[in-house]
């Protein structure tokens, strides 16, 4: 990691630069996986039902997606180490507050101001990586990156049980403050102040923007939830009016909020395929698999815990290798390869028979882990190199924004899968991944042809 240090940053400033990024990633992700396991936990001590308790989650998607373009735009305007540090105190302030609540409501309000700050923390973190490495290096960068987001997904399910055998819930959002505070003490002292933008922050595109997308997150949420129509029709119309808003007041921009310049070029708009068809798979996985672990393989609550663990502890390790490599090899061969990989371990996993040894699932577990580590860190530096520098925040919230809706509309076909099918659906969903797969291969590869 040091070697980093050549590309502008002082050796002494690169570490705790590096490591206040990594935090606040790990933060995000941490948190969000603590949150996900520990929804009974959280409902039966609140005294409200399953299904309410859901808007823990939902509140903080929510604010993340609405915030992600407005805080991009923020960072090329007054620059990404402002925004980056503003996310990681908002975030850590808010997790006091969520450590406090004692109501489903006022829970649900902080988890939605923590979406905030992870909604700034995300949308600048990539362009922060560009900015401490060089060029030659930055596949190491975003390949740290990648693998602390596995660690964060993998670790979390295991905090969250080892803290609630001892302690109460609130102290999984307390593990988020003194790890915050360090985060933003070496933000402050290390982070490079970078050039601020010249355009000025468009004041009514954020709203439109914030307005857009969380209404279409909001769609996708009641989809999964599987919700009339009379709840998601009116936040589909109020998407479609704010998005052409959007569209209407970016005419002529050189530096548009949400990044329609840089989907323009060829080699973002695939690399941005290429991601939202492997997060969608990643999605659909990781909602479909517990309930085809239970229901189909026959496997009790602590298997599936630990079968679920192999990938991403498989893409932990992955994301590092592949970052290394992309710094020699074309995104598109390493993307391609990895989601190659990511196909034939989800069609491998939809043929497991009942009563197949645990072995034989971890492997195919490790094959799509493997596979989506293989992807992740090219596909992230082909964002960013593909963008020029000016743009790199807005390159940066637009990997979040991929992210975040590639995952959410696979848990979306999940539910579709199992309202159609029931419990079997769940064999169909990994299909479904299996074919994201195969899509975002074909997207990967055709990069190879592309300047």
């Given at each position: 990691m040091h070697a980093a240090s050549d590309g502008g940053l002082p050796k002494a400033q690169f570490l705790p630069a590096l490591l206040s990024i990594l935090l606040g990633v790990f933060l995000g992700t941490l948190d969000t996986a603590i949150a996900n396991t520990a929804l009974p936990a959280i409902a039966a001590s609140l005294h409200c039902t399953e299904s309410a308790s859901v808007w823990i989650v939902n509140a903080y998607q929510l604010a993340v997606v609405a915030t992600l373009f407005p805080f991009a735009g923020l960072?090329?305007?007054?620059?990404?180490?402002?925004?980056?540090?503003f996310g990681l105190l908002f975030f850590t302030v808010a997790s006091l507050g969520c450590v406090l609540a004692g109501t489903l409501g006022t829970l649900a309000f902080f988890r939605a101001l923590q979406g905030i700050g992870s909604g700034a923390v995300m949308s600048v973190n990539i362009a922060l990586i560009k900015s401490i490495y060089p060029s030659a290096r930055l596949g190491r960068g975003v390949g740290l990156n990648a693998l602390v987001v596995g660690l964060g997904?993998?670790?979390?399910?295991?905090?969250?049980?080892?803290?609630?055998?001892?302690?109460?819930w609130t102290w999984l959002f307390g593990i988020n403050l003194p790890l915050g505070a360090l985060a933003v003490a070496f933000a402050w002292r290390s982070l490079p102040r970078g050039v601020q933008g010249n355009a000025p922050f468009d004041r009514a595109a954020a709203v439109f923007s914030a307005a857009a997308f969380g209404s279409l997150i909001f769609v996708f949420i009641s989809w999964g939830q599987r919700s009339s129509g009379s709840v998601w029709l009116p936040a589909l119309l109020a998407f479609f009016v704010c998005g052409a808003g959007l569209l209407w007041r970016q005419r002529?921009?050189?530096?548009?909020?949400?990044?329609?310049?840089?989907?323009?070029?060829?080699?973002?708009?695939?690399?941005?395929?290429?991601a939202y068809a492997a997060f969608a798979a990643q999605g659909l996985a990781f909602v479909s698999l517990p309930f085809y672990f239970e229901s189909t393989l026959h496997r009790n609550p602590v298997d599936t815990g630990f079968l679920m663990t192999a990938w991403p502890v498989v893409v932990a390790a992955a994301a590092p290798v592949a970052g290394r490599l992309s710094d020699k090899h074309h995104p598109g061969l390493l993307g391609g390869?990895?989601?190659?990989a990511l196909f034939v371990g989800a069609l491998l996993l939809a043929q497991v028979a009942p009563g197949a040894p645990a072995w034989q699932i971890v492997v195919c577990m490790g094959i799509c882990?493997?596979?989506?580590?293989?992807?992740?860190?090219?596909?992230?530096?082909?964002?960013m190199t593909s963008a020029p520098a000016?743009?790199?925040?807005?390159?940066?919230?637009?990997?979040?924004?991929?992210?975040l809706f590639?995952?959410?509309s696979?848990?979306?076909?999940?539910?579709l899968c199992l309202g159609i099918w029931g419990l079997p659906g769940t064999g169909v969903a990994l299909y479904l991944a299996a074919l994201c797969g195969f899509i975002g291969a074909v997207a990967s590869f055709s990069r190879l042809h592309v300047r």
């Open positions: 960072g090329e305007t007054y620059g990404p180490r402002r925004v980056f540090i997904f993998a670790a979390g399910p295991s905090v969250a049980s080892l803290v609630l055998s001892w302690v109460s002529g921009q050189a530096n548009p909020m949400f990044p329609i310049d840089l989907l323009r070029r060829p080699l973002f708009a695939l690399s941005v395929l290429t390869i990895g989601l190659s882990g493997a596979g989506f580590g293989f992807f992740q860190s090219p596909n992230l530096r082909a964002l000016h743009r790199s925040s807005g390159a940066s919230g637009m990997i979040g924004m991929v992210r590639g995952q959410t696979g848990a979306a076909l999940v539910a």
